[in-house]
T-cell receptor, first 114, second 111 residues
């Protein structure tokens, strides 16, 4: 079983749909993240849940809504997306206070918005 | 100016060559520094941390110059399996939960 699992691996949705991405970490970490990776752009940090506190990037549109019900699960709720939101969405986890900076990523959810 | 800048490459080198990548960062208050590796269509994975005194892990050597806000990665005796994108990563805090990634430098090692 891999440390960080993401579902679905691929998602195609229309602009009016509502969908969710799911992430689960089996590493006992205390922080979870959503990153966006678009072609020819650096990974962009979207949201962080760290030590039970949510930290968000203010440039993330409200059509993306994270949810972290516990330290092992993280969701990204998607609503009324735009074609430019098509990208690879990577979930990661880490142990804050441990080996600082080592993020463990899932394999990603590739999203296509039509 | 981008927070973390890297030459995107690609760097095409023969097997056995030595290759170096550079990275600059704009936030002088940055606390921690790392190199991650991302294979094609895979997730990024930590390659090594970068310490102020410089550090080595086998064929890989990382250097940090805080005064110039510059980080480097040297790969000696390149292998075909080193072909990947190398991501320079900077942490804005000591907790290590606010990482900023560079765009990556692509390396292709040829037989």
């Amino acid at each position: 079983e891999t440390g960080v699992t993401q579902t679905p691996r691929h998602l195609v949705m229309g602009m009016t749909n509502k969908k969710s991405l799911k992430c689960e970490q089996h590493l006992g970490h205390n922080a979870m993240y959503w990153y966006k990776q678009s072609a020819k752009k650096p990974l962009e940090l979207m949201f962080v849940y760290s030590l039970e506190e949510r930290v968000e990037n203010n440039s993330v549109p409200s059509r993306f809504s994270p949810e972290c019900p516990n330290s092992s699960h993280l969701f990204l709720h998607l609503h009324t997306l735009q074609p430019e939101d098509s990208a690879l969405y990577l979930c990661a986890s880490s142990q804050v206070g441990g080996r600082s900076g080592e993020l463990f990523f899932g394999e990603g959810s590739r999203l296509t918005v039509l | 100016r981008k927070e973390v800048e890297q030459d995107p490459g690609p760097f095409n080198v023969p097997e056995g060559a030595t290759v170096a990548f550079n990275c600059t960062y704009s936030n002088s208050a940055s606390q921690s520094f790392f190199w991650y590796r991302q294979d094609c269509r895979k997730e990024p994975k930590l390659l090594m941390s970068v310490y102020s005194s410089g550090n080595e892990d086998g064929r890989f050597t990382a250097q940090l110059n805080r005064a110039s806000q510059y980080i480097s990665l040297l790969i000696r005796d390149s292998k075909l399996s080193d072909s990947a994108t190398y991501l320079c990563v900077v942490s804005r805090n000591n907790a290590g939960n606010m990482l900023t990634f560079g765009g990556g430098t692509r390396l292709m090692v040829k037989p």
